[in-house]
């Protein structure tokens, strides 16, 4: 196969680093470009633009898994990161069109799918927990140093620097793909016609998500995962802007905030995440996530000062082990022949809140009338107040009012999550899985066991 050396996970590594380090570069430049392009409704639009994006990764993700099945996975590497990263130089050349174009990609914004399944080609199923694992971690170290190199320079040299070095490292990603990359499929494993194996069922992304009632303990675990990751969607999205411009964040503190809550939630989803397993269980694992969550959202809904959003952050870090918790319940509980159609459920209703969830922090913020009316001085101290029209009003309303509706979300999904039994055998349940859930049960496809293990923040919502 063209590229160096044989497949191996250091080349999934490097291509996602280069893509995200990219995109973090641009944390702080896109808050302001944001704000200037849209001074009224910013909320509102930021949540549209993010929605738009996301629902279209959730439909197109699907279609492009299974004609990676087909082409090979080094060609939708290529089409995945050149999508992703296209409207990157656009943003000083025409904030509009860097927008419109930032929506429109979400339809190739799927590229963890891809190297999800670029994984599952070359490794074992015993190493494929520890080969995500790594990709998740490479996600995670490359937004804990962008933000604050992208800030820094931004101070010091200009947005227009930060522009042209994000838009060489995704040039050198496509580069890397195109020169580096082996193809990981064998020749051997694609079908002879290139036309025929693409079928509806394949392509279909409400798939997995028509089985969900066919069992009442996936219904539940279904149920939980929607409840509690649609505020956390939402919330990814929007927060590092209210940070900036609702709470006076400077770029250099809304960058510190982003690296401290990546390292603490790395801990807390590897050594905590474990002890507590071991120590109380699954399902109490995950009620415990469900508890910091809840914690975590009715704190940034009625925090008022940059301190009480450095402890929240403390708290989200902890929050971030309800999911692994819940993939790990569904691994041990389901067959070993339905891994891929349970987990698939609820990458698919991830996915789906992926859309909704910033809609809807939008729709919120305005209703409310969380709007602005100046922009931040870029001259405030790190961590300081800036001083806003919005603020006069503040002290009549909630501060963060999604927040608070996410917080009763997830209180919900707490409630739901009690009746999961601890134990329990999905065999006899799916049996009826069989004879559907064959053709979204490739073994090669984005949907392959355990890479319901997604990162912290996912490519949609970065």
Known sequence: PQGIGSP??????????????????LTAPTLVVLHETFPKHTFLMNGLIQGVKGLLSFLSAPLIGALSDVWGRKSFLLLTVFFTCAPIPLMKISPWWYFAV?????????????????????TQEHERSMAYGLVSATFAASLVTSPAIGAYLGRVYGDSLVVVLATAIALLDICFILVAVPESLPEKMRPASWGAPISW????????????????????????VFLS?????????????????????????VAAFIAVLGILSIIAQTIVLSL??????????ILLGLGFQILQLAWYGFGSEPWMMWAAGAVAAMSSITFPAVSALVSRTADADQQGVVQGMITGIRGLCNGLGPALYGFIFYIFHVELNELPMPESPPGGSVVTQYHLQQNSIIPGPPFLFGACSVLLALLVALFIPEHTN??????NWKKHGGSHSHPH??????????PLLQDTNV
């Not at 490097?14 to 995200?20: A, K, T, W």
């Not at 990751?229 to 503190?253: D, H, K, N, T, V």
């Not at 507590?276 to 694992?285: A, D, E, Q, V």
């Open 8 to 25: 191996s996970v250091y080349h999934a590594v490097i291509v996602i680093f280069l893509e995200f380090f990219a995109w973090g570069l």
């Open 102 to 122: 930032i929506s429109v990609s979400g339809v190739f914004a799927v590229t963890f799918s891809v190297v999800f399944a670029y994984v599952a080609d070359i």
């Open 201 to 224: 069922e394949q392509a279909d992304p409400f798939a997995s998500l028509k089985k969900v009632g066919q069992d009442s303990i996936v219904l539940l675990i279904c149920i939980t």
């Open 229 to 253: 990751y649609l505020p956390e969607a939402g919330q990814y999205s929007s927060f590092f802007l209210y940070l900036r411009q609702i709470m006076g964040f400077s770029s250099e503190s």
């Open 276 to 285: 507590l397993m071991r120590s109380i269980g699954n399902k109490n694992t």
């Open 426 to 431: 999905l065999n006899v349940r799916s049996s």
């Open 445 to 454: 496809s984005p949907q392959a066991p355990g890479e319901a293990k997604e």
